[in-house]
């Protein structure tokens, strides 16, 4: 994650190789579940709110942009 809460970065292991997934929110900061012992543990549900800027504690859609581009 990025100083600034807005860059997730997430490496996928499929079976045959690894991938790097990396995501910039552009308006906000991504919210993260506390860490215990040094993990975060997430749900699929989690992640899945995670990556879309919805709170994960109170599920509503964020700002989003109108135009891509």
């Not at 994650?1 to 690894?18: A, C, E, S, T």
């Not at 997430?42 to 994960?56: A, F, K």
């Amino acid at each position: 994650m990025g100083r600034r809460g807005d860059l997730v970065k997430l490496i996928w292991h499929d079976g045959i190789g690894l991938s790097l997934y990396a995501k910039r929110i552009e308006r906000g900061h991504f919210l993260w579940p506390s860490a215990k012992d040094g993990a975060i543990h997430l749900s699929p549900s989690q992640l899945t709110c995670l990556l879309e800027g919805v709170d994960w504690r109170n599920p509503q859609k964020t700002w989003r942009p109108e135009l891509a581009g």
